[in-house]
T-cell receptor, first 113, second 113 residues
């Protein structure tokens, strides 16, 4: 089964509003990453947060990580129509080939203009 | 864009035939991955490689094999294609050694009829 599960599966908001997506995972991680996928395209890396970090910012993106709850959230502030895409969390674990990257099921975000 | 090329981009094949998808990179990254993407399942890891001739299974490896004889090429073979293998296949690469951000190819849409 997949390591990450995103919530909600789909989210529709108005331009200018904030969007929050959540990710839960099952086993200990080295880091957690968020990716975006525009329809029909490959995934694009957004941000990485390490297991010893609790919060990270990049532009309009804010990611939090709670390792005790095995969960992360991605906040997109002041959303734009161009933010419409699917968003995935991905985890990297420990041991073995440590760059094994496991993805969740994704959140489909629709930003209405 | 990171130097990743997937070929072919589209393929229709018949049930029972072998199929090989190719991923070629020009970044000299150590790690290469094959994922499949299906509605409701997000991205699922099929196989990955952590060096030349070093590969390991992912979450959904049954019916698939891989080979990596050169750093730049990672081949995914469907030994005997089935309709359940109709999917979009993505290749990804990452540098590794503490830098686990992945870069994705544009995907291969495979239809098994």
């Amino acid at each position: 089964s997949q390591q990450g599960e995103e919530d909600p599966q789909a989210l529709s908001i108005q331009e200018g509003e904030n969007a929050t997506m959540n990710c839960s995972y099952k086993t200990s991680i080295n880091n957690l990453q968020w990716y975006r996928q525009n329809s029909g395209r490959g995934l694009v890396h957004l941000i990485l947060i390490r297991s010893n970090e609790r919060e990270k910012h990049s532009g309009r993106l804010r990611v939090t990580l709670d390792t005790s709850k095995k969960s992360s959230s991605l906040l997109i502030t002041a959303s734009r129509a161009a933010d419409t895409a699917s968003y995935f969390c991905a985890t990297v674990g420990f041991g073995g080939a440590t760059n094994k990257l496991i993805f969740g099921t994704g959140t489909l975000l629709a930003v209405q203009p | 864009d990171a130097g990743i090329t997937q070929s072919p981009r589209h393929k229709v094949t018949e049930t029972g035939t072998p199929v090989t998808l190719r991923c070629h990179q020009t970044e000299n990254h150590r790690y290469m991955y094959w994922y499949r993407q299906d509605p409701g399942h997000g991205l699922r890891l099929i196989h990955y490689s952590y060096g030349v001739k070093d590969t390991d299974k992912g979450e959904v490896s049954d019916g698939y094999s891989v080979s990596r004889s050169k750093t730049e090429d990672f081949l995914l073979t469907l030994e005997s294609a089935t309709s359940s293998q109709t999917s979009v296949y993505f290749c990804a690469i990452s540098e590794g050694e503490g830098n686990t951000e992945a870069f994705f190819g544009q995907g291969t849409r495979l239809t098994v009829v």
